[in-house]
Each structure stands twice: as C-alpha cells, then as structure tokens.
C-alpha cells in the first residue's frame, strides 16, 4: 500500500499519513521538545524519525532519505490551491481537514515526551 505523508514543519506543525484513496490513515502532532536555544521548543529529530520508521524544515529531509522515502517540498500556497482552500489561515486549513476527515475533527495523538 502507497502512503502519502504530509508535514507542516514548523513546531506547531503536524503529521498526517494518508492512503492512495485519501483516506486518514494517522495523524500526529510535530514531535518538539524545549530543547532548543533559550529553551525554546524545537523540533526533535529522532521523535521525528520513529513516527515517520513506524508510520513507513529542519532535519526532516535527512529523515526521509535515511529512510529511503522521496520528498517532494510543497509551499502553503501551492497545496492550499491544489486542495481548493482560498484562506491562508491556518483555521481554513483546519476546516478544510474536518471536513473531509469529519471522523477524526477531535483526534489528537499525543507522542512521547522526554
């Protein structure tokens, strides 16, 4: 089976793992921790890569070559109009998610944190 993984990269970013038919397969917060300079969140790679190995910006494109998974970078606006969203909120992307995904609106996978 062909799983699609999409990424919004950022710390308050997230995973999503569909299937050929669009279908929700999983979904996860991005993996952070308050590790970063001063302490800010930052991503954490190896959370990263053990949600994306079991699942099968920074550090995330050498987590997909490690695994041998290839990597097309799409830009917000480019998805956004290929999914039909006008908005560039974030609120409009979220809409546009329950929407289509109504089964999973209140799914909120929590991963590990060190």
Sequence with gaps: ????????IGVQGAI??????GALVEIHDMPVLKDGPAGRRA????????????TAG?????VL???????????P???KRTVGLTLASKDASRAEAIRRWPG?????????RL
């Design 104 to 112: 999973n609106a209140a799914e909120k996978v929590h991963l590990p």
């Design 65 to 75: 070559a490690a695994a041998g998974l290839p990597c097309t970078f799409l830009t």
């Design 77 to 79: 606006p480019c998805w």
């Design 58 to 62: 920074p550090g995330i494109e050498g």
């Design 16 to 21: 999503a793992i569909i299937d050929q038919s």
């Design 43 to 54: 991503i954490n790679a190896p959370l990263l890569a053990a949600v994306i190995f079991t």
């Design 1 to 8: 089976m062909t799983l699609h993984l999409g990424i919004d």
